[in-house]
Every structure is written in structure tokens, then in C-alpha cells.
């Protein structure tokens, strides 16, 4: 009965049809998330179909950059997709980035997953980058092709950690503790490890497009506002453009581009060279295989695969009038996730692609560092963050997870079994705001999980 006298009244007073009495909204703004790219799908699919706005000829490289992605390799001689290893991670894109979602934690650690540590000595590199472990590099292979000896293989044990809400239920979190085991030679005492999972690929053409200047403003290096968070940004080297460039990509933020962060996974995680990673990760050790030939992947199928990725388009919120749903936003902001979180950015313009190119969007994250504390550090530097800083996640699609990859398992390693979990993980910058999330009645609390899943 309410309804029809409302729409009369936003008939006559259009401002009354934004808001309630008290100020709530009666819809959250940002339903679109992805701006015109937006896909309004609620399947298993939701990550994995092309921006809505795509040009037909945009389509067509899409498509074939998503052949290039599902793509399985082989060790060479093959007839195609040949030239895996002779070490690697796994052999698709898709095995890291199940259906374009995160990975899960891997059930048998040794075997091909979405899972792999990120390895260096103390210092850096020629360009300020992890300094690489002599006969091992940044990145361990624990798989290698018939007839090669992998890097190593790894173990994991677990610490656990115990919290009470402050209305009374209890939570036990477990930390993995990664170790490197049997390493094909012997490895030096002092390396650093930084367990890694692969994580959603859509939208990222989006978040390439957001200007430098739009994300600067968001980093406050000293706190001069002194609200406990301070937010830093990468600089990266890239090696595209053989100059240092602000940080985007990958769980500490250390790439500066999709392309990047595609050049180096065809080459370290699955051992297949490229016009831009010429080189075998493998080069120079004992289990490299001498007959490999130079570009294993074509410059076609680079491109097109970094174009996939920059074209998915972002699944819409959803029930977003649920009164529920608004509760939870309010308190998101009250309790200052949304500091980090950053609701929304306008993108510049992306050459060549104006289907990304001047979206209004609501990616939830500010593209900076942060330090989230002591319990989250890999002790592991990545050019200007250090052991302790990670990059703000975007939270668009994440509610969306139990259903476009079967698991709930969040953060860098995939250490946290739900969204509850992956707050409580939050300490350094963040951590009043976990306290405040801890505190929380039952209600709001359930309210701000239900903004999550909306999104
Ligand atoms: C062995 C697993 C593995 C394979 C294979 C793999 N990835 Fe990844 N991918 C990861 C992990 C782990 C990260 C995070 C890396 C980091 O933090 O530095 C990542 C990060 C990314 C990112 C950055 C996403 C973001 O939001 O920051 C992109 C893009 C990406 N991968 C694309 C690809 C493409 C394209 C391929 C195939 C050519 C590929 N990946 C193959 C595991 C993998
Ligand atoms: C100081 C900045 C900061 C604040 C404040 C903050 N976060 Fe985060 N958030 C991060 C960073 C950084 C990560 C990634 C950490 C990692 O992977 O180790 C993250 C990760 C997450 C994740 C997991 C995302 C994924 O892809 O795995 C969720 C969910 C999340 N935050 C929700 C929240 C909520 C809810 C709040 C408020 C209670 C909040 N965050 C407050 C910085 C922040
Ligand atoms: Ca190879
Ligand atoms: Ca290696
Ligand atoms: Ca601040």
C-alpha cells in the first residue's frame, strides 16, 4: 500500500525519492560497479563475461584473449601450446584464476594450484625490486615438466588465534606458516618467503584507467589527518617501458600494468617465454631445458590475454534498496573501512580502449599500501612496501564468491575461511577499525556482512 503514494509523492518533490525521513537513503548509490562495462548476471559466470559496452570489434580480441587464457600448456614438442617450463606453477591461466575468480587454498600443497611463494634474499635488485635467491630467483617453481627436478616443494603448519565478539561468540582464525622443503640444490639461510593466491581478473582494464593523481590523493604518507591510516603508494619498475611507474597490480601492489603482470606469468608461473620475458625463469640453473626456443608465446596471444583481462566487466551490486543492505554501508563507513575501501573513482581515459575509458566506478579500494600488522606480514619487501604492507583489495564482486568459485577463502594466502574472517585479520592501520568491527552488535555486524555480499 505504501508504495503508489511514495512514487506520487517523489512525483511532486523529486528530492524525497533519494532519501528517507532520517536521512538514509532509500538506494545505494554505485549499483553499476563497473560503470558502462557493468554485467548484471547473478551466476557462476558473474567474473567471466566481457564488459556490456564492448565494441564488436573489442569483442572478437576479447574472445580470443579468453581462448588464450583457458589455454592448457604442454612441455615441448607439442603441435600447440607447447613450451611449458621445464619449471612452473601450473599450466593455464585459468588454473590460478578458476572461472576469472580467486583460487583456492590447495588441498595437496604439492600439487598444480593457485598457490605459490614469492622468494628473495634481503636488499634489492638492479631496479629496487626483491633481490633475487642465487638459483632460485623472486618466485619458486614447484612443478617442472618430465625429466627436470622443480625448485622445491613446500609445507605449511598452522598458528592459531582466538577472538570474542563483544557479544559473546567466539572465533578461532589459523595463521599458515609457509616452509620451503627438498629444494633441488641447497638454499641459502636467509631467504624470504611470500605465500601468494591467485585472485579475480576482472575489471582491472578499470582500475589501469584510474589517473595517478586520483589515487595520490588518497595517500596521506605522515597521517596529517592523524586518523591511524595513512595509505602509500607503490612505485614499480616497469619493464615495458624501462621507467619506474606507480604500482596497481598484485597483492602488494609491485606491477605496474596488466600487460606486466601477463609477461611475467606466462614466464614465471608457467615457464613460457615471451617477446617481453625473452628469458626462461629458469635460465642459467641445472634444471632448465637448453633446447627451449625463444618466444614460446606469440606477441598476439600476450596482447590478447592482457586484453581479456582489461575487458571483463564488473558484476553489479546487488539488493541494493535492502534496508539491511544500507545499515551495513553506514556502518562500513562509521568504522572507517571505507578509509581504505574507497568507494569510487572516475577513470581517465585508456588509449585505444574507450569502452573503460571515462566509467564512473566502485571498486572499494584506494590502490595503496597499507601496514595490516604483524600477523599479516610476509616480512618480504616488494620495491617501496615493505613486510608489513599490503595493497587495499577491491571489494566489488566479492559477495559473489561462494558462487563463481565454490569457496570463501580471502586475503593474500587465502588464510581466512569467510568475510568475518579476512576483518578479523585486519591490524597496523587497520586495526582500530577490526576492534570496532568486534564490538559490534550482533545486528550491525550481521548488516555490514550483508553489505559485503551485496557487493
Ligand atoms: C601458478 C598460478 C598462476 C598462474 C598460472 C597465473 N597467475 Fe595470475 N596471479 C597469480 C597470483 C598468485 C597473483 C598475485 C601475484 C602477486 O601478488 O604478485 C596473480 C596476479 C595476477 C594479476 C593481477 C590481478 C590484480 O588484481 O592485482 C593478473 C592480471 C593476472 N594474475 C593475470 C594472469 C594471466 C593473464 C595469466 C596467464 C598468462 C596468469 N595470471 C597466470 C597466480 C597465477
Ligand atoms: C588500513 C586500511 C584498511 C582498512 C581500514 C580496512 N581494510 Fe580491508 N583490506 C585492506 C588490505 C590492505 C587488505 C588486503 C590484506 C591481505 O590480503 O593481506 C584488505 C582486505 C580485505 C578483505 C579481503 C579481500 C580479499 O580480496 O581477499 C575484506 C573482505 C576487507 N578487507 C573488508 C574490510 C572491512 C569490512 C573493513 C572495516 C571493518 C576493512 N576491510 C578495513 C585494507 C584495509
Ligand atoms: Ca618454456
Ligand atoms: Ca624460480
Ligand atoms: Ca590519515
Redesign the pocket.
Known amino acids: 500500500m505504501k508504495k503508489p503514494i511514495l512514487a506520487i509523492g517523489c512525483a511532486v518533490l523529486i528530492l524525497s525519492c533519494t532519501e528517507n525521513d532520517d536521512n538514509t537513503p532509500r538506494k545505494l548509490e554505485g549499483e553499476k560497479a563497473g560503470g558502462e562495462t557493468t554485467v548484471f548476471v547473478k551466476t557462476s559466470q558473474a567474473f567471466g563475461l566481457p564488459a556490456t559496452n564492448l565494441s564488436a570489434e573489442s569483442l572478437e580480441k576479447h574472445l580470443a584473449g579468453d581462448k588464450a587464457f583457458g589455454a592448457l600448456f604442454v612441455a615441448s614438442p607439442a603441435q600447440k601450446n607447447g613450451?611449458?617450463?621445464?619449471i612452473f606453477n601450473n599450466n593455464s591461466c585459468n588454473g590460478c584464476h578458476p572461472s576469472d575468480g580467486r583460487a583456492s587454498v590447495p588441498e595437496n600443497l604439492n600439487g598444480m594450484s593457485g598457490l605459490f611463494l614469492k622468494i628473495s634474499i634481503p636488499g634489492t635488485d638492479e631496479h629496487g625490486g626483491p633481490a633475487p635467491v642465487p638459483g632460485f630467483g623472486t618466485q619458486l617453481q614447484h612443478q617442472a615438466i618430465y625429466g627436470y627436478q622443480p625448485e622445491a616443494k613446500m609445507s605449511v603448519s598452522y598458528q592459531e588465534k582466538n577472538y570474542t565478539f563483544s557479544d559473546g561468540s567466539t572465533i578461532t582464525l589459523q595463521r599458515p606458516v609457509y616452509a620451503i622443503v627438498s629444494p633441488y640444490i641447497p638454499l641459502p639461510g636467509n631467504v624470504l618467503v611470500s605465500p601468494r593466491i591467485g585472485m579475480p581478473v576482472f575489471g582491472l582494464g578499470l582500475l589501469e584507467s584510474i589517473p595517478e593523481n586520483a589515487i595520490l590523493a588518497h595517500a596521506d604518507l605522515d597521517d596529517k589527518d592523524k586518523d591511524g591510516i595513512s595509505g602509500k603508494a607503490n612505485r614499480v619498475w616497469d619493464f615495458v617501458s624501462g621507467t619506474v611507474k606507480l604500482g596497481r597490480f598484485g597483492w602488494k601492489a609491485g606491477t605496474p600494468s596488466v600487460l606486466v603482470q601477463s609477461a611475467g606469468a606466462y614466464n614465471e608461473d608457467m615457464?613460457?617465454?615471451n617477446y617481453l620475458k625473452p628469458v626462461?625463469s629458469s635460465f642459467s640453473q641445472s634444471n632448465n631445458?637448453p633446447s627451449?626456443v625463444l618466444l614460446?608465446v606469440s606477441r598476439e596471444e600476450l596482447e590478447n590475454v592482457t586484453f581479456y583481462s582489461l575487458t571483463l566487466g564488473v558484476p553489479a551490486g546487488r539488493d541494493f534498496d535492502d534496508q539491511e543492505v544500507i545499515l551495513g554501508h553506514k556502518i562500513f563507513e562509521q568504522i572507517n573501512c571505507s578509509t581504505c575501501h574507497v568507494a569510487s573513482f572516475t577513470t581517465g581515459t585508456y588509449d585505444g580502449i574507450p569502452e573503460i575509458s571515462n566509467q564512473k566506478i566502485y571498486p572499494y579500494t584506494d590502490m595503496l599500501l597499507h601496514d595490516m600488522g604483524d600477523d599479516l606480514a610476509d616480512n618480504r619487501t616488494e620495491f617501496q612496501a615493505n613486510g608489513n604492507e599490503w595493497k587495499t583489495r577491491p571489494l566489488w564482486g566479492i559477495g559473489l564468491t561462494a558462487l563463481t568459485s565454490g569457496h570463501t577463502s580471502f586475503l593474500h594466502d587465502g588464510r581466512a575461511r569467510n568475510l568475518t574472517e579476512a576483518i578479523l585479520w585486519h591490524g597496523g592501520e587497520a586495526e582500530k577499525s577490526r576492534e570496532e568491527f568486534r564490538k559490534l552488535s550482533t545486528k550491525d555486524r550481521e548488516a555490514l556482512l550483508r553489505f559485503l555480499e551485496s557487493l
Request: glycine share 28%.
Open positions: 613450451g611449458l617450463g621445464s615457464g613460457l617465454t626462461e631445458d627451449s614460446e
